[in-house]
Nanobody, 119 residues
């Protein structure tokens, strides 16, 4: 079992930046590929960024060039740097392991952190 704690969300104006953090209850970055997801109430959860165990990264098209996923193994923390934020980035953001092969959904969802982009 893993507990994931997300933080760093808030209210920001369009064009602004935020950095989200994800801290797992134990060291898992060498075990799982990790992802940042976001969900708007009433809509399907969307995977926006992935960092593999080997450090490769991938992004959904709508955030490419604006978001950067990274991790600090020594701090046991994963980050999502979000720049040039747009109103459509408004959502609850979650971190969770990613199963890119079978699509298995790991049951480790945390409380998430809310991001609101508005003037």
């Amino acid at each position: 079992q893993v507990t994931l704690v997300e933080s760093g969300g808030g209210l920001v104006q369009p064009g602004g930046s935020l950095r989200l953090s994800c801290v797992p209850s134990r060291s898992i970055f060498s075990v799982y590929d990790m992802g940042w997801y976001r969900q708007v109430p009433g809509k399907q959860r969307e995977l926006v960024a992935v960092i593999t165990r080997g450090g490769a990264t991938n992004y959904t098209e709508s955030v490419k060039g604006r978001f950067t996923i990274s991790r600090d193994n020594a701090k046991n923390t994963m980050y999502l740097q979000m720049n040039s934020l747009k109103p459509e980035d408004t959502a609850d953001y979650y971190c969770n392991p990613v199963d890119s092969v079978l699509g298995y959904e790991y049951p480790y969802w945390g409380q998430g952190t809310q991001v609101t982009v508005s003037s």
